[in-house]
């Protein structure tokens, strides 16, 4: 059974939230206090896996404030939902229930008060029944009408007539699709009465099939009510459990165990939160608290020292399945009367209590106690993970490392979140996101395709564009350029030069855009943190060289992995040079005025060849005449020519400057390629 949709209504800030879509792996995706745990928890409250009866909700808490008192009943719907059913879940519900044998949906619902609701919306419908019975009773009045006119016998004529009045009830209740219990229940007897007159007839033979089919009609019909409970209970039986988590409930790594066992043991009213999570703990670490007690107070040291250890190994060995940021050991300490879990690191063997441990780390323990202790320790694919902010105190590997362990789960999983490394950017992954807004008038709603206010869809616009980073601008062997504008020159000519047969960079190089000389460093660093091994092209300037210096001082990259754009022009002719330099000036000096034409219309426009950089050169005579220059718009207009007239834009030489760049940059990627990492 696969949970398809639900809608909240009625309840706290939602009115109504819409129908909510579920896929495999649902984020929930808003901001904060827009009502996300609101959802999971009344969705949560249909099938509770931590509790056997279902939670209360009232008026005081849970009803929305701007309503009248006097609107409250407990009997409102607070949710609903629809259940896609299995092919043997739906044999089975035929087998107990007639009319389901059609039905490929569960239909379930919860109000206020603590009942739920269950239909197959897609059963055979009564009406259906009704056709049956109307054909059934025609066939019947044939053979009524031929002893009528060739019996006379009083007692015959009056069971038909009575099997016609009560099958008329019947039909006229199956065809309004209304409960035919009650109709039902007194057609049988006139069932009966038919077949004990029709007996000794001649009329018996020919009206057997259409008595049959209309008692077969009636039997249903009378146990249909009875047999659909029956087949809803059996339904809600088999319904996935709702294992529910949030950021801020946390195993504790110290327990009285005395105290938990007056307390009940983790049931009953009595019960804390923490006896609960501890009563989670044992029940993944296979331990029992008696049996613990009851050794500790035999003195039966040997006997708990093996139970414990063994609870460690099988503990441990799960954790490491999810716990992959270091290799790690769960290590369990027994007293008098505490019950004391460490966490040690198996490389440098500090042991650590586990409430002394960071809160990620805390999270994640809770998250496989809680996630093991509900669903089997992990092995019961029949149950639905509710979980709140998960991975909030993660850093963005550990939770891109999460997204993945949720992949391998077999389990329906409903996430909420507002941290883009929690939305995974992938087509099919993007298509399970769902917005969560709340606006005054009309509280929380729920959106199956994204919209939403920028901060509500932030989350999303920085996921889209971290993957986009990683899928255009990250590859296995890269070569970081300062600006995208170095970016489109030298990717658009590397494609010309490629397609002319010439040398040119390989196709499976990938130019970076660190956004800036001053951000190239960080660009570098993030590049090589993830194990690449970086290139680096560098305007010839002053900024250039210190943002060199740096990186090769800090052993960030290599000195054979840095090309300097002017490393392109004759040894000694050129001490400073940017990528607009290549270009020809001529060319250049065309684009800058076709760019600027309006700007420039009327004006008398002169600039100082002495300044060795031509970006340098138009700066300043921009700025002459009181103007601003953007050589992004120049790049701009060089990439379209470049679509349509690249001999042009590569004239004056330029093709085979930015041919020897090409090459140089070719050779610095395989050079750094080779290389053994820094140690």
């Known amino acids: ?91 089975k519900i035929g087998e107990l229930w007639p009319r389901g044998k059609t039905a490929k949906t569960f239909n379930a619902s919860r109000a206020y008060k603590p009942k739920r609701y269950g239909d197959f919306s897609d059963a055979e419908p009564l009406e259906e029944w009704a056709k049956s019975l109307a054909l059934k009773r025609h066939d019947l009045g044939i053979v009524a009408a031929k002893a009528g006119a060739s019996v006379d016998h009083a007692a015959l004529s009056g069971a038909f007539a009575a099997i016609e009045a009560e099958c008329s009830k019947l039909q006229a209740d199956l065809a309004a699709a209304s409960d035919p219990t009650a109709s039902a229940g007194t057609a049988t007897g006139a069932v009966a009465a038919l077949k ?38 059996w339904a809600f039986s088999v319904m996935p459990k709702f294992v529910y988590l949030d950021e801020f409930e946390t195993v504790p790594g110290h327990h009285d165990i005395n105290g938990y066992l007056d307390r009940g043991a983790g049931k009953g009213d009595k019960a804390t939160p923490d006896d609960r999570l501890f009563n989670k703990l044992l029940k993944v670490s296979e331990l029992d608290a008696n049996e613990l007690k009851t050794a500790l107070a035999t003195n ?52 650590v209590p586990l409430d002394e441990r960071s809160r990620g780390f805390r999270w994640y323990f809770s998250f496989f106690i809680t996630f093991a202790a509900d669903t089997d320790r992990g092995d019961k694919s029949n149950a639905i993970l509710l979980l709140d902010e998960p991975g ?116 499976d190089v990938v130019i970076t855009p660190a956004g800036g000389a001053q951000k190239v460093p960080y660009m570098v660093a993030l590049l090589t943190a993830q194990n690449l091994q970086v290139a680096l092209l560098l305007d010839s300037e002053q900024e250039a060289e210190r943002t060199r210096k740096e990186l090769l001082e800090t052993k960030l990259i290599r000195s054979d992995g840095v090309v300097l754009v002017a490393d392109t022009f004759p040894a000694g002719t050129r001490k400073e040079a940017d990528i607009e330099d290549v270009i020809d000036e001529n060319v250049f000096m065309d684009l800058v005025r076709e760019a600027f034409a309006k700007e420039l219309a009327g004006k008398a426009f002169k600039y100082n060849a002495a300044i060795p950089r031509i970006v340098k050169r138009m700066e300043d005579a921009f700025d002459q005449l009181g103007m601003k220059f953007n050589k992004t718009r120049i790049a701009r207009l060089f990439l379209a020519k470049m679509g349509t007239d690249p001999a042009k834009m590569l004239a004056g030489g330029a093709d085979a400057r930015f041919e020897e760049l090409l090459r140089r940059m070719q050779k610095a990627v395989e050079k750094v390629s080779k290389a053994e990492p820094f140690r």
Request: charge should be negative; glycine fraction near 4%; hydrophobic fraction near 40%.
């Open 392 to 507: 909030l105190f993660l850093h963005a590997t550990a939770q891109e490392s999460l997204l993945r362990f949720f992949e391998e789960l077999p389990n329906q999983i409903i996430y909420t979140t507002h941290s883009p490394f929690m939305i995974s950017a992938k087509g099919k992954d993007l298509g399970s996101v769902r917005t969560v807004n709340l606006a005054e008038k009309v509280g929380t709603t729920v959106t199956n395709n994204p919209t939403g206010d920028a901060n509500t869809l932030f989350p999303l616009q920085a996921a889209l564009g971290y993957d986009l980073t990683q899928t255009m601008f990250i590859g296995a062997k890269s070569v970081v350029v300062e600006g995208v504008t170095d970016y489109w020159y030298i990717s658009s000519v590397a494609d010309y030069l490629r397609d002319s047969s010439r040398c040119a960079l390989d196709s």
């Open 196 to 233: 004990a007159a029709l007996k000794d007839t001649p009329f018996a033979a020919e009206s057997e099939a259409p008595l049959s089919e209309i008692e077969a009609i009636v039997s249903n019909a009378a146990t249909d009510r009875a047999k659909e409970i029956e087949a809803i209970h």
């Open 300 to 351: 039966n040291h040997e006997e708990r020292n093996l139970l414990t250890n063994r609870a460690e190994e099988q503990v441990t060995a799960t954790l490491r399945k999810l716990w992959k940021d270091r290799d790690v050991r769960v290590e369990l300490a027994v007293d008098e009367r505490h019950f004391d879990v460490n966490v040690s690191d198996v490389e440098t063997r500090a042991k």
């Open 1 to 91: 059974m696969k949970l398809k949709t639900f809608q909240v209504k009625d309840f706290r800030s939602v009115n109504d939230s819409g129908v909510i879509e579920v896929a495999e792996k649902t984020a929930l995706l808003g901001r904060n206090e827009s009502g996300k745990t609101t959802l999971l928890k009344v969705l949560q409250s249909l099938n509770p896996a931590d509790r056997s009866d279902l939670p209360t909700f009232g008026l005081a808490r849970h009803y929305p404030r701007d309503r009248k008192r006097s609107s409250f009943s407990d009997s409102i719907i607070i949710l609903e939902t629809d259940w896609e059913l299995t092919d043997e879940e739906r044999k």
